[in-house]
């Protein structure tokens, strides 16, 4: 089975022409069954998710280094936002859509991250940068496999 924890984030509404939404990096922390060490990944580098560019985001690890018999518990992917052109200020009906893309192509969505609910609705702004995301089902889903 593959172990492949692939996302495709793609903006599939955006508030204005100027209005995406830039990470800085991702951190992926998965903590599971039998361990007191959870699985890290690190992107560095950036993620600018635009709609009117076409530019997309792209996270992929493998989970294989979990062992087969453990169960994840928690998968939070931490992002980053750019502290000059994270999010527009105004901009709260932007989405971004995450798609599995363990197939090497764009699969079933996995959640939606929007700025009403995700970003701006938890409070994150670019002087407050850091969106935690729970990807705990999806990291479930590819450890299964």
């Not at 890290?40 to 493998?62: A, D, F, M, V």
């Not at 105004?90 to 991250?113: C, E, H, L, Q």
């Not at 407050?128 to 705990?136: A, E, G, K, Q, Y």
């Amino acid at each position: 089975g593959s172990n492949n924890f692939s996302l495709l984030l793609e903006q599939t509404t955006q508030t204005c022409a100027d209005c995406g939404v830039w990470f800085d990096s991702a951190e992926l922390v998965v903590q599971y069954t039998g361990s007191n060490k959870p699985y890290t990944y690190r992107k560095n580098g950036g993620l600018l998710i635009k709609q009117s560019s076409g530019k997309t985001g792209r996270i992929q690890t493998s989970l294989a280094s979990i062992p087969a018999g453990s169960a994840v518990v928690q998968a939070t992917l931490n992002m980053r936002l750019n502290p000059h052109e994270g999010i527009a200020n105004s901009d709260n009906t932007s989405v971004i859509t995450v798609y599995d893309f363990s197939g090497g192509s764009k699969g079933p969505v996995v959640r939606t991250i929007t700025a009403a609910t995700d970003i701006k609705g938890k409070g994150y702004s670019k002087s407050n940068p850091n969106v935690p995301i729970d990807f705990t089902a999806y990291a479930k889903q590819v450890h299964g496999r």
